[in-house]
Structures are given as C-alpha cells and as structure tokens.
C-alpha cells in the first residue's frame, strides 16, 4: 500500500475522462473527535478497468478539508486527483448498484403490472357497456313484446348499466392514484441517485490510473467540522471517610452529515484548527489615544464569563437528558478496560475498543472512558458573608497523574445527587479542590452586633465601626473540620484609613484583607468568631461599595 496525500487538483491538465463514472459508498471505520473538528477514516472496495478511470465516492462528510484528505491505495493505483464537491452531477445513466436504486426500480415495476390489470378491467367493462347500448333496440322482431317483458328488459338494462359504469368509475379512480404513485417513484429515482445515506450530500471525485484491472480496496482519510466532544464527570463518594468512585465522561456531538455505525472512536484534547506558528514579539510602542467611557475591564470579564457560563448551560440542558437516561451497563471494574489513555507534551488521547454509533443529528452522546478511584481527604468551607450554607470539599493531591481535563461534574454524595461543581484541571496548585455540595446539616449565620458598631464625626472626617458575629454550629453525628473566611475591605486611597480592631484570632492576609479560621467542631457543637474595623474617611465623600 502506498499513501498518496492529494489536495482538490494536484495536476491541472487532467483531461476529462470519457468513460462512465465509477460509484461506490464509502464506510466509517474510526473517528478522531476533537475539540472542534474531527478526523474521520473509511474504507470502500471498488473494481477497477486497466487505465484511467474516474471513481465517485459518496457518503462522506458534508464538509471536507480537502488539503488533508488521504487515500491509501495498493501499488498499481496512481491517484492523479482528488476534488470534493457536494454538487456532483453525472452525465451517464443512473447506478443501477445502488440499493436504494433498486428497491425504487422494484416498486416501479409493481407499480406499472398493477396499471396494466386495472386498465384491462377498466377496458372489459366499458366495452360491455357499449354492448349493451347497441343492444338496446327492444323490437328488432316480427312480434311485439309485452308490456311485461318490456318491463323486465328496462329494469335490467337500467340496473346492469349503472353497475357497470360504477365499477368503470372506480377501476377510472385507482387508474389515476397509481399514475401519481408512478410519477412520486420516477422522481424519487432521480432524487436517490444523489444520496446513498439520508442526508449526506458530500462526494470524493478521484482521477485514478490502473495497472492492472480487478477490484482494489481504498482507504480514506480526511478532516472534517462539524463534530466536537467536552469532558465531564460522575463524582460519587459514600461518606467523608470513604474515596471518591469518579466515572470519567465525554460528551460527544456530530453534525458531518453521515452516521457513525459502529465506529472505533478516540477523544483528543488536541485542536488540529489551532495555528502551529510560535508567536513572535515586536517592538511595543506607546502612544497617547482618546479615554474610553465605555465598558471598563471589569464589565468586560464579567460579560465574558456570563456568557461562558451561558454557552455551558445550554451544553447541559442539551447533554442532560442523554447524560442522565443513559447508564453504562459495563461493570464498573471493566470500563476502564477499554479505553487506552495516551499522553504526550501538546495533549491526552483516548482510544476505545467498545464500538459505538453516533447519528449526525447533533445531539450529544455520552461515552464512557474510565473508572478512577480518587484518594481524597475531606473539609468543610464556608464564607458566610456570600453564602450562609457550607460546602465540602475534597481535596486532591498529586491529580495530574490521572490526565484530567476541565469540564463539569455531576456530584453524588451519600447516595443522593447535589448538584454540579466544576473541575478545573489546569489549577497550578499541588492540590485539587473538588466541591462536593452543600451540607444543610451546618448552620451558619452573620450578624451585625449592632451597639458594637456604629458612626462618628470628627472634624472633617468620618468613622464607621463594623462588628459581626460568625455563629457556626455542627448538626451531624461526626466531628469535623471546617476552613472559615471573612474579610475587611483594603484601602488604596490615602484618604481611607482603614484598622482592624478584632480578628478573633484568624490568620490575615493584609494584602486582601482574608480572614480565616481552622476549626473543629463536634457533634452538636457551636462555636462564634468576631470581626471588628474601622474605617476612616473625609466626611464630605461617599464610599460607595462599604
């Protein structure tokens, strides 16, 4: 076999070749999905004439890069041209090989006998009606009938003609409903000719030179949009004391405009897309421009992470159906073996052997990739001034053995599920946080000890003092630990003094103003912490975020 990688004309004096084209159906053997493409590889067999001879691939990708596109063929082919076209229009007669071709032609035939016997019977009894009108001379004789006799001849002519031009009426009316049934087949014979599959529309056009004739399979390979996959994860974990059981996910999707039946898939965390060029710096100039009263950076940050956010939600209602419908029927021991995981300095590779069919309907498939077992140590996290409910977290250490990616995380904790967190795997830290949800089994509460703060003037100046309580209490029946967080605003105007007059003895952070306490906390036990300051300021000014 020799590989022959060819872009839409490698040689441009190509002549037009005279003979009838070659159709075959390509088929998808195995699938690259990355990020924002994906790499498709098929197979089609073809027989072949001695000489030049022009083959017509159908059943590709409605998108194809046409500079990756590679054909693998034996020796004594010398493909001269590929060009892909979703346009495809041939001048010889229809491909009587293609099944779908067949089956029309076969209705067509039923079709057109079953017209042939109703317009037989539609012929046999219009002529009996024309029998019977030129028979309808009552005395053609010598003798003269009876008035009698004359009535039974009327009553059965007239019965006998109406009968018979009734079923002349209907054998009229099924004649008519089976020409338009004819006319929809011949119609849909011209329409299949351009599709093997339902919706694929795109077409391999290859200029080939042969050797030697007989029947020589092909192998295709080539870049394609239209697909992209996301990972995303089970976390379940019985009690604090216990691992967490981690199912490792993709979501896939695909809108090529070809089925994947039964194809071998890898998700690479690679973007073929991307620019491989390393960037260069130049010389960095300053120059004065115009103020921008628009949105300040803050604002920018913000509406791009509100709409992150959205484009993530709207991945999961689509995904969660399918997420949450379909279950590995895999033992959990076995999934893991059947995937291979592959890691190199640009990305991580996920190769599985469970075959798998994804429609290109553009809905999102999920595929099992591995069942890890995660060592993590447990503690409780609580900010109360944000949130009035504590979170457990379990932390990670030495994770980046396990080849995570970024991506959401359905979380099962004590049998019920809580919600969802997210794993940010690019955390240059030495350690992990995962969320586990909220535990409503803590009571957290803030208050403000009201003739412990209050306002006074001096001069030309103004101080606030601030004092709150932390009140935490531990509902469960085990112990636990808890990290606790609070803050005191910072100054970055001389005019704002700022002093910290109680901390309860948490640890500060003078540089953000962070408040934290390590606590443990026993079963039914309540425990508070006080967080006092002062703030200092010209009394003619306003602070609008205190």
Known sequence: MKKIIVGLLLLTSVPIWAQKPIFTTAKVNAATVYVNSAEL????????PKGNSEIVIKNVADYVNESTVQINAPKNITVLSVQFTKNYISEYEIDESNPVIKKVRDSIDLVTKEMSKVANQRTSYSKTIELLDKNQQISGGNAA?????????????????????????TYSEKENKLREQLATLNSKLEINTQKEEKTSKGKLILQVMNDLAGTVDLDINYLTQGASWYP??????????SPIDMLYKGQVTQNTGIDWKKVKLTLSSGNPNQ??????????????????????DDYKENTYQTRVAAEVAEKDRLAKEVSEKRSMKLEKSSISNYTTISENQLNVSFDIDIPYDILS????HSVALKEIQLPASYKYYAVPKLEKEAFLLAELSDYSKFNLLPGEANIIFEGTYVGKTFINANATSDTLNLSM?????ISIKREKVVDKSGTKFLSSYKEQVFTYDLIVRNNKKEAINMILKDQYPISTDKEITIELLEKDKASANEETGILTWKIDLKPNETKKFRISYKVKYPKDKIIDNL
């Open 232 to 241: 995303f994860y089970d976390l379940r974990a019985e009690n604090i004391s």
């Open 41 to 48: 590889s098929q197979s089609t067999t073809v027989t072949l």
């Open 437 to 441: 949800g909220r535990d409503k089994k």
């Open 361 to 364: 309907n553009g809905k999102a």
């Open 145 to 169: 009938l009876s008035v009698t006799e004359l009535m039974k001849l009327v009553d059965y002519y007239t019965s006998k003609r109406t009968e018979l031009s009734n079923l002349v009426n």
């Open 275 to 296: 620019s491989n060029v390393a960037p260069l710096l130049r010389a960095w100039f300053l120059h004065f421009g115009r103020l921008d009263y628009g949105y300040n």
